[in-house]
């Protein structure tokens, strides 16, 4: 045991966070239902964690890339199909597909069928953008192609405009 996992005392706070089926926090964006399982407030915003459902034929965001964020993503059911810069990918059941800071992506369900995900965002920063999206639909806003660049640029993430 290092140092640093030793302990003096009791702990004041829990030393686990367990959500459970029908917890967590509900975005919903358009045909998106999205449940933020960790939003960094209990790893010390190293890691954030959601669950997302993509309705059938549902287009996903435009092209974009992060600069300071990983981005995971673990298909649960269905199918999903990432598009990395000029290639498609279609992911199914069981796949993993990381996106490193930098990378031009995207996603989508093309199916007939609902597709699930899990996503990770390390550190936890692009959790806030989901929100801040869905705070302009609740608004009466419409999404507007800039009004999603504005959200993506506050957590350091940008519209890919060239696949290199």
């Known amino acids: 045991m ?49 669950e997302s459902v993509l309705a059938p034929r549902t287009q996903g965001p435009p092209q974009h890339r992060h600069a300071r964020h990983d981005e995971g993503f673990y298909v649960l059911s269905g199918t999903v199909r990432f598009t990395v810069g000029d290639e498609d990918y279609d992911a199914t059941t069981g796949t993993l597909v990381m996106v490193p800071p930098g990378t031009p992506h995207t996603f989508a369900n093309p199916t007939d069928q609902p597709a699930v995900m899990l996503s990770t965002f390390t550190p936890d920063l692009y959790v806030q953008y989901f929100r801040d999206l869905q705070e302009v639909l609740a608004g009466g806003r419409p999404l507007t192609p800039q009004a999603n660049i504005d959200a993506m640029s506050r957590y350091a993430t940008e519209p890919a405009t060239d696949h290199d």
């Open 2 to 50: 290092t140092e640093e996992a030793k302990t003096d005392g009791p702990r004041t706070d829990p030393a686990v966070s367990v959500v459970g089926p029908g917890d967590g926090e509900t975005i919903v964006l358009g045909t998106t239902h999205m449940r933020v399982l960790e939003d960094g407030s209990h790893t010390g915003h190293r890691l954030a964690i959601a």
